[in-house]
């Protein structure tokens, strides 16, 4: 999987610069880039203004310097052979457990990268899923859970089938819980030590 997010199509012209200088910490830029800077976002929000003055300034702004709509994100499957690559789109045919596949794939990568980014290196890399994995099968979900031990991301899941046991996964601890109407519920803890699980009611 590789995910890209080049700059979406810009009428102002402005966001590859706005990104150029926010880039650079704010005690490194000279007093000019500063006055740049300003200057161009107020261009974008008084932009934003003229296309709908009935909007009001709060949401004018808030539309103008949402930079998560400067970009366009892309997903592409890679391989199977070197340099081979194809761009998800609504056209693709893809299967059903093809798609969540390529689901969390991007949303792993898309995770390690904001970990990755972090200033503090000792951040702790955790995801959450629920219901994670369904209609995937048992296989695949292995090659998926050891790609989170590849990428270093810790991680808290639902389902409700016990799996994860693998020879990609060096530890695991899942807990089935189970209950019968009008009875408590019951948990039992499964351990996997990367070779053979262990049962703990």
Not at 48 to 61: E, W
Not at 120 to 144: C, P, S
């Amino acid at each position: 999987m590789e995910i890209r997010w080049p700059l979406a199509e810009d009428t102002a012209g402005s966001a590859a610069r706005i990104e150029e200088l926010v880039r650079t910490r704010a005690s490194a830029r000279s007093a000019d880039a500063n006055t740049e800077l300003s200057e161009l976002l107020r261009a974008r929000v008084e932009e934003q203004l003229r296309s709908d003055p009935a909007q009001g300034y709060a949401t004018a702004l808030r539309a103008a310097l949402d930079h998560r709509s400067w970009h366009t994100v892309e997903v592409y499957i890679l391989g199977p052979t070197a340099g081979e690559g194809r761009r998800i789109s609504r056209r693709a045919r893809l299967s059903q457990g093809e798609t969540r596949v390529v689901s969390y794939l991007a949303l792993f990568a898309a995770a390690d990268a904001f970990f990755a980014g972090l200033p503090d290196a000792e951040a702790l890399r955790l995801i959450l899923l629920d219901d994670a994995f369904a209609k995937v099968d048992e296989r695949t979900i292995g090659e998926l859970m050891a790609q989170l031990v590849r990428l270093d991301l810790d991680f808290v899941m639902t389902g409700h089938a016990l799996w994860g046991f693998g020879p990609g996964v060096p530890s695991l601890d899942v807990y089935e819980v189970r209950r019968a109407e009008g009875t408590s519920a019951i948990t039992t803890r499964v351990p996997w030590d990367g070779t053979s699980r262990h049962v703990y009611g």
